[in-house]
Nanobody, 126 residues
Framework: QVQLVESGGGSVQAGGSLRLSCVGS????????LAWFRQAPGKEREGVAA????????AYGDSVEGRFSISRDNAKNTLYLQTNSLSFEDTATYYC???????????????????WGQGTQVTVSS
């Protein structure tokens, strides 16, 4: 059974940082394309960042480019998202997702991802 478990969310003041983690099990972690999505109340799920199987290629949503950084450690079956310069607009539930499509980073679309975590809440106060 595939499991993706996120952690690291919390409450932070505007301008602060958080490091999110996602541990995967039940899948060949080094062979899946991975991504972070987020969803705020009343809004659609939005692609935040994606990373290729070996971590050589990354892609970011326009709203986080230059502030967030995605990385992975295949030896630890762990995906990371370093979030910096957080603003109120970054408040959302953040989800880890895995795709068997090696090029999932090209589109960063929910349709391309078959496995999802339960989410971790990030709340930014202004």
């Amino acid at each position: 059974q595939v499991q993706l478990v996120e952690s690291g969310g919390g409450s932070v003041q505007a301008g602060g940082s958080l490091r999110l983690s996602c541990v995967g099990s039940g899948l060949s972690f080094s062979r899946v394309c991975l991504a972070w999505f987020r969803q705020a109340p009343g809004k659609e799920r939005e692609g935040v960042a994606a990373i290729s199987t070996r971590g050589l290629t990354t892609a970011y949503g326009d709203s986080v480019e230059g502030r967030f950084s995605i990385s992975r450690d295949n030896a630890k079956n762990t995906l990371y998202l370093q979030t910096n310069s957080l603003s109120f607009e970054d408040t959302a539930t953040y989800y880890c997702a895995a795709s068997s499509d090696y090029n999932c980073w090209k589109r960063l679309h929910t349709d391309d991802f078959g496995y999802w975590g339960q989410g971790t809440q990030v709340t930014v106060s202004s």
